[in-house]
């Protein structure tokens, strides 16, 4: 990218914002990866209502959007930290670790809005260690978080042992399990999409926004442009571990009881639903929209799969060739991509590669159903 200069010969902040601006012709608008994710959620939606009769049922579809809300909320601050070039293994254990201590509280008799608070308050501090480490003692963040993830999962264990917190409030399992009066909506979704409208305003519509994009860019320019990276870079740091407790919360509510493990592995669901929704695993690009859709698409996925029976494991193969291709399909269509050409050339490998690999997993799940005793 080709950063222009300002008249003393030092890049500024304006430009490096205004170099990050996405295509704004009808045809670019058109061809955003946002479509090809509504295209894909689509033919999810037709396949899994042809394979069977309970997809579309009101009932199922209320109670499976609010199964992935947890990792919706985590989802939202990840997109940040990647868009800004990191990057966050440790939502999941600080998400275990907050529900933990909320649970701790609650079975030693304090109340369960101030246990809570408490829990929210900790998964802030933790997200604000990672963020200091990362940013001021300049380590990497992958090697920083992937600590905290043994730390803060290790800190749930050491809480609760192998026992598990129960008898929450009707008030308080509201939040996980409740719906809005008169409807299906799920109080999770309601709050799921309050936040992702807000972080969507902030990342397309202010300066701070647009500084992340430019951080991943490139950050040393960045930082000599007068852009206070340091202090964003904990921001979204201390974010991402406030939202990664409020998940906590929401999954312990709709469990109604929490175990130290509670939330294990959802930090592989959360890095897919960010980087499938378009947001540059190197940092530097994306999207909440496409974040949101991607995480829709992977809770259509799970809930259809789980209608056919299909295993747990195999599920997990699914959203770990997700992740990958996630990653893969975008490095291809550059490749390949001429230079008059180039967007759609991106989209036409693009589709193309994803169909091949849609019409692979139908097959693979048709296998996986099959039985495993042969008379």
Same mark, same amino acid.
């Given at each position: 990218?080709?950063?222009?200069?300002?008249?003393?010969?030092?890049?500024?902040?304006?430009?490096?914002?205004?170099?990050?601006?996405?295509?704004?012709?009808?045809?670019?608008?058109?061809?955003?990866?946002?479509?090809?994710?509504?295209?894909?959620?689509?033919?999810?939606?037709?396949?899994?209502?042809?394979?069977?009769?309970?997809?579309?049922?009101?009932?199922?579809?209320?109670?499976?959007?609010?199964?992935?809300?947890?990792?919706?909320?985590?989802?939202?601050?990840?997109?940040?930290?990647?868009?800004?070039?990191?990057?966050?293994?440790?939502?999941?254990?600080?998400?275990?670790?907050?529900?933990?201590?909320?649970?701790?509280?609650?079975?030693?008799?304090?109340?369960?809005?101030?246990?809570?608070?408490?829990?929210?308050?900790?998964?802030?501090?933790?997200?604000?260690?990672?963020?200091?480490?990362?940013?001021?003692?300049?380590?990497?963040?992958?090697?920083?978080?992937?600590?905290?993830?043994?730390?803060?999962?290790?800190?749930?264990?050491?809480?609760?042992?192998?026992?598990?917190?129960?008898?929450?409030?009707?008030?308080?399992?509201?939040?996980?399990?409740?719906?809005?009066? +008169? $409807?299906?909506?799920?109080?999770?979704?309601? &709050? /799921?999409?309050?936040?992702?409208?807000? %972080? !969507?305003?902030? @990342?397309?519509?202010?300066?701070?926004?647009?500084?992340?994009?430019?951080?991943?860019?490139?950050?040393?320019?960045?930082?000599?442009?007068?852009?206070?990276?340091?202090?964003?870079?904990?921001?979204?740091?201390?974010?991402?571990?406030?939202?990664?407790?409020?998940?906590?919360?929401?999954?312990?509510?709709?469990?109604?009881?929490?175990?130290?493990?509670?939330?294990?592995?959802?930090?592989?669901?959360?890095?897919?639903?960010?980087?499938?929704?378009?947001?540059?695993?190197?940092?530097?690009? +994306? $999207?909440?929209?496409?974040?949101?859709?991607? &995480? /829709?698409?992977?809770?259509?996925?799970? %809930? !259809?799969?789980? @209608?056919?029976?299909?295993?747990?494991?195999?599920?997990?193969?699914?959203?770990?060739?997700?992740?990958?291709?996630?990653?893969?399909?975008?490095?291809?269509?550059?490749?390949?991509?001429?230079?008059?050409?180039?967007?759609?050339?991106?989209?036409?490998?693009?589709?193309?590669?994803?169909?091949?690999?849609?019409?692979?997993?139908?097959?693979?799940?048709?296998?996986?159903?099959?039985?495993?005793?042969?008379?």
């Amino acid at each position: 990218m080709t950063v222009p200069s300002s008249p003393d010969g030092e890049t500024s902040s304006k430009s490096l914002i205004n170099a990050t601006a996405p295509p704004r012709t009808f045809l670019a608008r058109f061809q955003r990866w946002e479509w090809m994710l509504v295209g894909l959620i689509l033919v999810v939606v037709a396949l899994n209502s042809a394979l069977s009769p309970y997809f579309l049922n009101a009932q199922n579809l209320s109670r499976t959007s609010s199964d992935f809300m947890e990792m919706g909320i985590m989802t939202l601050a990840m997109v940040f930290i990647i868009i800004a070039g990191g990057i966050d293994l440790s939502v999941a254990s600080n998400l275990g670790m907050c529900a933990s201590f909320m649970g701790w509280l609650f079975m030693a008799g304090v109340d369960i809005w101030i246990a809570a608070l408490a829990a929210l308050a900790l998964g802030t501090f933790a997200g604000f260690m990672n963020g200091t480490l990362v940013a001021r003692m300049k380590l990497p963040p992958l090697v920083v978080t992937l600590g905290t993830y043994a730390f803060y999962r290790g800190v749930a264990y050491v809480l609760l042992g192998d026992q598990a917190a129960r008898g929450y409030p009707e008030a308080f399992t509201y939040i996980g399990q409740g719906r809005l009066p +008169g $409807t299906l909506i799920p109080f999770s979704v309601v &709050l /799921f999409s309050v936040l992702a409208v807000l %972080f !969507g305003l902030v @990342l397309h519509r202010t300066t701070f926004g647009r500084y992340l994009y430019t951080i991943g860019n490139n950050e040393e320019a960045s930082i000599y442009s007068g852009v206070p990276v340091t202090r964003i870079k904990i921001i979204i740091f201390t974010v991402s571990g406030f939202m990664a407790a409020l998940a906590g919360l929401v999954l312990a509510a709709r469990f109604g009881s929490t175990r130290p493990d509670i939330g294990n592995g959802l930090e592989l669901s959360v890095i897919t639903a960010a980087v499938l929704g378009g947001v540059d695993i190197d940092g530097g690009a +994306g $999207t909440m929209s496409g974040a949101v859709l991607s &995480l /829709f698409l992977i809770g259509l996925l799970r %809930f !259809g799969m789980g @209608l056919l029976n299909i295993q747990g494991q195999v599920q997990g193969v699914v959203i770990g060739l997700l992740l990958i291709l996630s990653i893969l399909l975008p490095n291809v269509a550059r490749t390949f991509s001429g230079s008059g050409r180039k967007l759609y050339r991106q989209s036409l490998w693009a589709i193309i590669a994803f169909v091949v690999v849609f019409v692979a997993f139908v097959a693979f799940f048709f296998w996986s159903r099959a039985p495993l005793l042969i008379k």
